[in-house]
């Protein structure tokens, strides 16, 4: 009669993630806990050469070496597999995502791990996409650009007695400037996002702030709705001096 056994596995994955070299000596050093250097594999593949090692500072000294074109210090992906017996972990970290998956016949132990490796993980990554982080950043823009307009333009139309013309001119400006702040969003969903995944294997990954971290399309989208605002407030100043400037 065949043995059976049962087993339990757990896989998650981020969009976006920030990983240094401090992060992932600990991440791996919390993936192999207990292991012998035989059961530890560190991989990563540059100009059609993968290069496998059973360190990761090993395989840092390994590309740094090598006579493959390319800067040693900029990596694009790396793999690391832990096995032992019917337990195992492979972290996958490419520029599209970063992949965790454990399996093993211990539920106790595969959940463990899943959660100390999530710990470590989730405050430096996102399950987002990048492109859905910039859709719903340029929807926010958008929605408060469009509250602007509409309740610039509810003040100068219920206001507008004294002089229509002024209102109708008013009124102009802030469609000219809602339509050319949709136009820019619009080509901001449409258009290539910035990467939103950071890996530095030999060194840490700086924050460089929130502005330097747009993509272009976000920083045009979020200039103009500055100037949408800006607009606004410039109108709604022209209004009360026009409808009741001279009362």
């Given at each position: 009669m065949p043995t059976y056994r049962d087993f339990t596995s757990s896989r998650f994955e981020y969009r976006t993630y920030k990983l240094g070299r401090s992060l992932l000596d600990r991440l791996f050093a919390v993936?192999?806990?207990?292991?012998?250097?035989n059961e530890v594999e560190y991989s990563t593949r540059r100009s059609g050469t993968t290069f496998t090692r059973a360190s990761l500072e090993d395989l840092v000294s390994a590309v740094a070496a090598s006579p493959t074109p390319g800067d040693p210090?900029?990596?694009?992906?790396?793999?690391?597999?832990?096995?032992?017996?019917s337990k195992s972990v492979r972290i996958e970290i490419n520029h599209l995502w970063l992949s965790i998956s454990v399996r093993g016949d211990d539920a106790t132990w595969v959940h463990g791990q899943a959660a100390r490796i999530r710990a470590l993980v989730e405050p430096v990554s996102g399950e987002e996409a990048a492109y859905q982080t910039r859709h719903r950043t340029l929807l926010k823009f958008g929605l408060f650009a469009g509250g602007v307009a509409w309740l610039s333009s509810f003040f100068v139309i219920?206001?507008?007695?004294?002089?229509?013309?002024?209102?109708?001119?008013?009124?102009?400006?802030l469609m000219i400037g809602m339509?050319?702040?949709?136009?820019?969003?619009?080509?901001?969903?449409?258009?290539?996002?910035?990467?939103?995944?950071?890996?530095n294997v030999v060194g840490e990954v700086n924050d460089v702030g929130w502005w330097r971290n747009l993509d272009v399309m976000e920083r045009i989208a979020f200039g103009a709705l500055v100037v949408t605002v800006l607009a606004a407030i410039g109108t709604l100043g022209s209004a009360y001096s026009d409808l009741w400037g001279g009362k």
């Open positions: 993936a192999s806990e207990g292991a012998d250097p210090e900029i990596w694009s992906d790396l793999s690391f597999q832990y096995h032992h017996g219920r206001n507008s007695s004294a002089d229509e013309s002024v209102a109708k001119n008013i009124l102009d400006s339509l050319l702040f949709l136009l820019i969003s619009l080509l901001g969903l449409f258009g290539k996002g910035k990467s939103k995944t950071f890996l």
